[in-house]
């Protein structure tokens, strides 16, 4: 019966569900980016300058250790105020962490004998990097920013909170009016784009793997 008055709401409601979406994206893909830009060039150029490595994951630990929604509280605390963008720094932050440690141990974990290899052939450190390391880890970097993406998805919808908009909007609505269907109207939205989200990166990750360590 629930599911029938979700359905209901998500007909009479088309445009605040699908409004609700779209800002949820958006909170999404904004601090997805800037990980992405910021974390994996920042972590490779650690993989060269070794002491830079070190305050890189601690701060990266430090923003995935806050619970996400101490971690909101905190940008209001620190005079950050609530909306849109205090939210894509939070978010940003707490995508931080399985980027730069799946980049750093992608890079790492590249074999010695290839690397041997590759300097006998004549190979300068640089090219090493892009010719070598990167696409030998790319698999592995990949996997950081998936496990990055799904976290964000379900984190941005406590971004309402702080007046961010997005599906959590729905889902507090629904709880504070004590309706089921209109919680299951911002929480289904949100399960989908998780696994969307998971499905996408997951093909993205296989296409990209070079063509000898994929798994049959």
């Known amino acids: 019966m629930i599911f029938v008055h979700t359905w209901q709401f998500f007909l009479s409601h088309t445009q ?7 800002q949820q994206l958006y ?36 923003m995935q250790t806050i619970p996400s929604l101490a971690l909101l509280a905190l940008m209001i605390a620190i005079g950050m105020g609530i ?57 592995v970097i990949i996997a950081g920013v998936r496990s990055a993406l799904v976290a964000t998805v379900g984190f941005a919808t406590l971004a309402s909170l702080i007046g961010a908009g997005g599906l959590g909007n729905l889902i507090m609505e629904g709880m504070g009016m004590a309706s089921n269907s209109i919680v299951l109207a911002g929480t289904v939205p949100a399960i989908i784009l998780a696994f969307l989200a998971d499905g996408i990166m997951g093909l993205i990750e296989r296409a990209l793997t070079p063509r000898g360590l994929k798994v049959s």
């Open 83 to 139: 909306g849109t963008v205090p939210a894509v720094i939070a978010l940003f932050l707490y995508a931080l962490m399985p980027i730069v440690r799946n980049t750093y141990v992608g890079i790492q974990g590249v074999d010695d004998g290839v690397k041997d290899a590759a300097r006998g052939m004549g190979v300068t450190t640089w090219q090493m990097l892009f010719i070598v390391e990167l696409p030998l880890a790319l698999r």
């Open 27 to 62: 909170l999404v893909a904004i601090p997805m980016i800037l990980a992405i830009v910021i974390a994996i060039p920042l972590t490779i150029l650690s993989t060269r300058v070794k002491a830079l490595y070190g305050p890189v994951i601690w701060f990266a630990n430090a």
């Open 16 to 22: 605040q569900v699908v409004q609700a979406t779209e």
